[in-house]
């Protein structure tokens, strides 16, 4: 069978992966604190029809003759660069200007977000959208008056004799590399084996993180007018592998042919 053929279904594969990834990134233009994927490719082994030769004997070197046999997925990578603020002077949305991730938990495990939406449980704690714990678990009394949180993530509450009453400071995590981070669904990352342990950060904008806006909230980085050109590239792509396959296929019927 011809390599052409192979190598057309090893990019028509890639460039499906590619599509999937530019289809999660549209589909997730809209939310909060989501990092887009993008997907690189590599070529595959070379088969050698002939090794390169030195120089010698009055001739001169010649190059090695090598056929590609397709292409294959390199990365996913999770493009970590900031999105843009949507202000809602919400005293609740949080939005962390530069690098860091929000800590909340479940209980039993730690997860990081950029998104900052949060809100007040039936017990006055701290919560995301889906129920988990903002650390430190910060509390505000029932018989608060008023809370608020400043650029640094300090918290703290009025209470009914009119004395501000400091709470907790968020916590912030930063890593050596938040690329390695793993999605888990519900704008949460987890950390793993690659990404370093996470460096947990009493106050917001120390040690490299970012300052929080208070009454913001981080966007998606996902840029509409990039992600439609990639897919337009990606069809074209793909449509162009599917021509390899064809055309390989309408020479192997002319091979068969041959005997009539």
Same mark, same amino acid.
């Given at each position: 069978m011809l390599r052409s053929m192979y190598s057309g279904i090893s990019g028509m594969k890639n460039f499906q992966t590619k599509l999937d990834v530019i289809g999660n990134n549209i589909a997730n233009v809209n939310t909060f604190g989501f990092k887009k994927g993008r997907a690189t490719f590599s070529d595959l082994v070379n088969q050698n029809i002939q090794g390169a030769k030195a120089s010698g004997g009055g001739i001169g070197g010649i190059n090695p003759k090598q056929i590609g046999l397709g292409s294959s997925n390199s990365t996913i990578d999770t493009i970590h660069t900031q999105g843009s603020v949507q202000y809602t002077n919400r005293p609740l949305d949080l939005a962390i200007s530069g690098d860091g991730f929000f800590v909340v938990s479940d209980g039993a495990n730690d997860f990081y977000t950029r998104a900052g939406n949060f809100y007040l449980d039936g017990n006055g704690t701290l919560v995301n959208s889906d129920g988990l714990?903002?650390?430190? +678990?910060?509390? !505000?009394?029932?018989?608060?008056?008023?809370?608020?949180?400043?650029?640094?993530?300090?918290?703290?509450? =009025?209470?009914?004799?009119?004395?501000?009453?400091?709470?907790?400071? #968020?916590? =912030?995590?930063?890593?050596?590399?938040?690329?390695?981070?793993?999605?888990?669904?519900? +704008?949460?990352?987890?950390?793993?084996? +690659?990404? *370093?342990?996470? +460096? !947990?950060?009493?106050?917001?904008?120390?040690? *490299?993180?970012?300052? #929080? !806006? =208070?009454?913001? #909230?981080?966007?998606?980085?996902?840029?509409?007018?990039?992600?439609?050109?990639?897919? !337009?590239?990606?069809?074209?792509?793909f449509q162009a592998n599917t021509k390899i396959i064809t055309t390989s296929d309408e020479i192997l019927q002319e091979l068969v042919n041959l005997k009539r």
């Open positions: 714990t903002l650390k430190p +678990n910060i509390n !505000i009394p029932d018989d608060a008056q008023s809370f608020s949180i400043d650029p640094t993530g300090a918290v703290s509450y =009025i209470n009914n004799a009119g004395a501000l009453i400091p709470v907790d400071t #968020l916590q =912030i995590a930063k890593f050596a590399n938040p690329g390695a981070l793993e999605k888990q669904g519900g +704008n949460l990352f987890a950390e793993t084996t +690659n990404s *370093g342990a996470a +460096n !947990i950060v009493d106050a917001a904008g120390e040690e *490299g993180t970012g300052k #929080l !806006i =208070i009454g913001g #909230l981080e966007m998606s980085n996902v840029d509409l007018s990039e992600e439609f050109t990639e897919m !337009i590239t990606a069809q074209r792509g």
